[in-house]
T-cell receptor, first 113, second 112 residues
Framework: KQEVTQIPAALSVPEGENLVLNCSFTDSAIYNLQWFRQDPGKGLTSLLLIQSSQREQTSGRLNASLDKSSGRSTLYIAASQPGDSATYLCAVRPAGGSYIPTFGRGTSLIVHP | GAGVSQSPSNKVTEKGKDVELRCDPISGHTALYWYRQSLGQGLEFLIYFQGNSAPDKSGLPSDRFSAERTGGSVSTLTIQRTQQEDSAVYLC??????????FGPGTRLTVL
């Protein structure tokens, strides 16, 4: 059974810092991995989707990398801003025909001015 | 176009009552998921619909939970004889099968 772990569970940083959020998974047989953000009281917003054949994806100040063999993905946020404050979740979709993703519990990020 | 919508946004009910939660997916998306998010917990998968195929109900926690998807579009999640432990945020997502999942804003269910 796939297990997805996100470290750290919470993070507080001053504005302007570059930061890295980690997502690890136990079964490397994945189809894709997706990063989301969730603002308090809201649904999830997709940030980046990395297919299993890809190594990284970039969108603006966000860069997500994937290392299937080691079971890890990182989300890099450059020049963090208070508006980046949210919970960040990763979700791993398995290879082999199942379309049910496994979610991590998320990293709660606070960027203070 | 419009995103995924869910209604109601909040629902307060008494223990033992039945509730219906609605999800309108993005037009053209063939896949639809229901999840539950309890305070301090991760997302718990409930049920998955794909086109006209039989739904994957493997995540439904008990037979009090059921869902249907009419005409390959709108979906309704029904919880019968609600219990206090059913209190949670219920999230719906849609996608093009193996593509990006798009989530609705959720329905916050409180069972008194």
């Amino acid at each position: 059974k796939q297990e997805v772990t996100q470290i750290p569970a919470a993070l507080s940083v001053p504005e302007g810092e570059n930061l890295v959020l980690n997502c690890s998974f136990t079964d490397s047989a994945i189809y894709n991995l997706q990063w989301f953000r969730q603002d308090p009281g809201k649904g999830l917003t997709s940030l980046l989707l990395i297919q299993s054949s890809q190594r990284e994806q970039t969108s603006g100040r966000l860069n997500a990398s994937l290392d299937k063999s080691s079971g890890r993905s990182t989300l890099y946020i450059a020049a963090s801003q208070p508006g980046d404050s949210a919970t960040y979740l990763c979700a791993v979709r398995p290879a082999g025909g199942s379309y049910i993703p496994t979610f991590g519990r998320g990293t709660s990020l606070i960027v203070h001015p | 176009g419009a995103g995924v919508s869910q209604s109601p946004s909040n629902k307060v009910t008494e223990k033992g009552k039945d509730v219906e939660l609605r999800c309108d997916p993005i037009s053209g998306h063939t896949a639809l998921y229901w999840y539950r998010q309890s305070l301090g917990q991760g997302l718990e998968f409930l049920i998955y619909f794909q086109g006209n195929s039989a739904p994957d109900k493997s995540g439904l926690p008990s037979d009090r939970f059921s869902a249907e998807r009419t005409g390959g579009s709108v979906s309704t999640l029904t919880i019968q004889r609600t219990q206090q432990e059913d209190s949670a945020v219920y999230l719906c997502a849609s996608s093009q099968v193996t593509d990006t999942q798009y989530f609705g804003p959720g329905t916050r269910l409180t069972v008194l």
